[in-house]
């Protein structure tokens, strides 16, 4: 059986090379590569190119075991997806991209889509969780470098794909009836074995069934995304498919056996590396019965394993290891300094004494893989977004490989300035400054807080939701601030249920976030440099949990604007009986309690006249309804309040028009709430005339 084959235009910008596709003439993919530098203009960040920014992966790792970019077998080259959102076409441009290490300046895009591959794990045992995210998707060389193998949507449909590297041809290789989940490539470069799960369209189909008598309202409903039970997950099946003949068959059990690529090791292993010559090293946990473990780096050569038992080697989930090109030296990470803000790289030599830290930075190190002596990583600066940079350690030296947004290098930006401060409980926080463009000394200035991690690109805050850049070009300061761990608050405990139910006693963790933002805030104050009249605070989740919390317990905001979270007494009703149980589990009441005394802590309903400051909510219609009592409250208190909903959304708004009408909105939020300003868009306009009409209802309420 043969598959049809498709010629992949390859586009170029500047040095680029490119094989001719007509139909792409006005095809948003045109516009996927970088531009040629002659094209770069000057001037401020604006929202639509915000919007429009090429992102290599999604902003957050969900899984670092599905790498976001792979190097040739002969090391020349690296390849990985490209994608860019079109506001105005409300589409993506996904696009399989090869970059030569030797030089740098040429990118080719082999293959296109113009549909994006989101992030859908199961959770709860159910098929799909969607979060909103691009889902991370791993090319992968064929043992010669001839070819690549790749995730590529269409239609709806996940399948896996092959393009050649020399000509461009690309073809699709399976034929699933479902998505295609994972797949790997046989030693020998002649089979494909997919991961894929077959039977969901059985288990939706039962739930079809299931309606025509009713469904039960049960551990599989999410009421908040609707009334239609969750369909349960199915099991994995790995098929095989022969690449010169196009037959499949179930996979074999040595074929199974490339999908577990630490086959032997302890079950509790996490980061993991493989020398050419065969040695292996891994973290594996410390026998402790605290929550989230440490782990410790172990290595294994020639059949015998030795643990590194120096203090440099504990160290938390978020690390990694590689061995270098000739398996002598074992380099990893760790998280240091000042709530471990800081990223550490050391290298260890097994067997001869104490690993030795060869890089220290504050920028974030997204994924990194070992080439030759060095490590070729995508790296995130403050002011820079995601680009691939060549670590050369043994020079001490970071040297620039590809930029996938140079427009970004000539706008003027904010300069950013780390602070580093104790809350209340002597808890060490941080957060990033982002100074107005044109800052003149001696003027007080409005701000607006983002929250809540701030290690990398400042873009728009976790969810990406508040253009940062855009409103530094508006004559703002930003504080962006990281709420930490939940153990960095409140130490590690006996399981994740006791960690977070820990955090959420008294709302102990809430309130250490909040005096976290208030103590840096009012020192901003105390130095002139911001208007204690005009601050603004914004977060999506965790972050909205904090403006809300801080809407009945601070004086200090002047506006909100939130997403993703609605925390209310009646929330068991809409969220199911599956994450209800979750959420009593981590010291959240039950609906049957009532327990006014802890709801009067955070509830904006219970009492919706002690909010202070005007809020917009910007939700999904996966989650609107958490936020629907809150809102309905405030309004009827006659607290400015403006509800606006995004159809086919999840927790993270994925759409390009979407997320560009939310960095819009909140930057006109805030221009009214804090600047008085009207936007002059006649669209745009009507919606802050009805909020002139709020305030002029609107009884502030009288700081105590």
């Known amino acids: 059986m043969s598959f049809p084959k498709r010629f992949a235009a390859t586009l170029m910008a500047g040095a680029a090379g490119v094989l001719p596709h007509s139909a792409l003439a006005a095809d948003v993919c045109a516009r996927l590569a970088p531009p040629a530098q002659k094209e770069i203009r000057s001037g401020l960040v604006t929202p639509e190119l915000l919007a429009q920014l090429r992102d290599i992966g999604p902003a957050t790792l969900p899984d670092r075991r599905r790498k976001l970019f792979t190097i040739s077998p002969d090391g020349k080259w690296v390849a990985f997806f490209l994608h860019r959102g079109f506001p105005n076409e409300n589409v993506y441009c996904a696009g399989l991209a090869i970059l030569s290490l030797e030089r740098p300046a040429n990118v080719r895009i082999l293959d296109f889509s113009r549909e994006l591959i989101r992030d859908e794990p199961p959770r709860y045992g159910w098929a799909t969780f969607p979060i909103g995210t691009a889902a991370p998707v791993t090319p992968r060389w064929e043992p010669a470098g001839r070819w690549i193998a790749y995730l590529k949507r269409e239609h709806g449909l996940t399948q896996v794909w092959r393009v050649d590297v020399g000509t461009g041809a690309a073809s699709q290789v399976t034929n699933s009836l479902v998505n295609v989940d994972d797949f790997r490539i046989t030693e020998d470069g002649r089979t494909v074995v997919y991961s894929s799960r077959p039977k969901l369209p059985e288990k939706s189909a039962e739930i079809d069934r299931e309606g025509l008598r009713g469904w039960r309202f049960d551990a599989r409903a999410f009421p908040v995304r609707g009334a239609r039970p969750q369909t349960p997950d199915a099991d994995r099946f790995l098929t095989s498919v022969d690449l010169e003949e196009g037959r499949e068959r179930e996979a074999r059990a040595d074929e199974a056996n490339l999908f577990d690529i630490a086959r032997g090791l302890p079950g509790n292993t996490t980061a993991y590396s493989r020398a050419a010559g065969g040695s292996e090293a891994w973290a594996e946990t410390i026998d402790t019965p605290l929550f989230p473990p440490l782990y410790r ?72 893989q070992p080439i030759a002596d060095d490590l070729l990583c995508l790296q995130e600066r403050s002011q820079r977004p995601r680009h691939f940079v060549r670590l050369q350690l043994a020079a001490g030296q970071i040297k620039e490989i590809f930029d996938p947004n140079p427009e970004f290098s000539n706008l003027s930006l904010g300069r950013v300035e780390r602070l580093n401060w104790l809350n209340a409980k002597n808890v060490p926080f941080y957060g990033d400054l982002v100074y107005p463009v044109g800052y003149e000394p001696g ?12 290690k990398g690109f400042l873009r728009g805050g976790i969810g990406d939701e508040v253009p940062i850049q855009t409103l530094a070009g508006r004559g703002y300061f930003i504080l962006s601030v990281d709420n930490l761990t939940y153990e960095d608050i409140v130490g590690r405990k006996q399981s994740i249920e006791q960690l977070v139910a820990a955090f959420n006693d008294d709302f102990r963790g809430r309130r250490s976030i909040l005096s976290a933002i208030e103590i840096a805030t009012r020192r901003l104050i105390d130095k002139g440099l911001v208007d204690p009249q005009r601050i603004g605070i914004s977060g999506l989740s965790d972050g909205c949990t904090t403006v809300q919390f801080a809407a009945v317990n601070s004086q200090l905001f002047s506006a909100g604007s939130v997403s993703g979270c609605g925390w209310e007494p009646f929330q068991d009703a809409i969220l199911g009986p599956m994450i209800a149980q979750n959420y009593h589990e981590s010291g959240w009441p039950r609906l049957a309690d009532a327990n006014p005394g802890f709801w009067s802590k955070i509830s904006i309903t219970l009492d919706p006249r002690r909010v202070r400051f005007p809020f917009l909510f910007q939700a999904s219609d996966n989650e609107y309804l958490a936020m629907v009592g809150s809102h309905t409250a405030l309004v009827q208190a006659g607290i400015p309040s403006d509800l606006y909903i995004f159809p086919d959304e999840d927790h993270i708004k994925w759409q390009p028009a979407h997320r560009l009408a939310v960095y819009r909105r909140n930057l006109d939020w805030f221009d009214f709430w804090l ?26 309420p009288i700081p105590k």
């Not at 830290?357 to 974030?364: F, K, P």
């Open 443 to 454: 003027r007080r200035y409005p701000m607006v807080i983002v929250q809540y991690r701030t």
């Open 675 to 700: 600047k008085g300003l009207v936007p002059s868009d006649p669209a745009r306009k009507a919606e802050a005339e009805r909020w002139s009409e709020m305030k002029a209802s609107w009884k502030r």
């Open 297 to 368: 780096l172990t290595a294994k050569r020639n059949e015998k394993s030795e643990q590194c038992h120096f203090r440099a080697c504990e160290f938390d989930w978020s690390t990694s290891v590689w061995w270098n090109d000739d398996g002598t030296r074992i380099r990893f990470t760790r998280r240091e300094g000042w709530a471990n803000s800081l990223t550490a790289i050391y290298e260890w030599i097994p067997g001869r004494g104490e690993p030795k830290r060869v890089l220290l930075t504050s920028n974030a190190l997204i994924e990194c």
